[in-house]
């Protein structure tokens, strides 16, 4: 049965997270690090990559939507606001 995933504070998972990020950036050149990770319970470190992963995910999204609401601005500057069936400005 594994262990139940600690409470840790923010700072925590955050550290554990830079360093995994940091052995996934260098990991083959520069294992300086490995011996810390290996510090970290199993069950935390599944966590915190997890955890790393929600995160990217929802700021790409938030990037995504973004990219998108300004390529939708800088069209309707270059084109003009769409116009709907009856001829009047269509609402988003």
């Known amino acids: 049965m594994a262990s ?4 840790l504070p923010l700072w925590a998972w955050n550290l554990i997270i830079a360093i995994q ?6 990991g083959r050149e ?3 690090l490995k011996g ?6 199993p069950e935390v470190r599944q966590q915190a990559e997890a955890i790393s992963g ?6 790409g999204q938030q990037v ?3 990219a998108a609401k300004t390529w939708g601005e800088l069209m ?17």
């Open 64 to 66: 995504a939507d973004k």
């Open 54 to 59: 929600y995160v990217k995910k929802a700021s």
């Open 21 to 26: 990020q940091h052995e996934e950036l260098h």
């Open 30 to 32: 520069d294992t300086c």
């Open 76 to 92: 309707d500057a270059f084109f003009g606001t769409p116009k709907g069936e009856d001829g009047a400005e269509a609402t988003q």
């Open 4 to 7: 139940p995933v600690p409470d």
């Open 36 to 41: 810390v990770l290996h510090a970290v319970p």
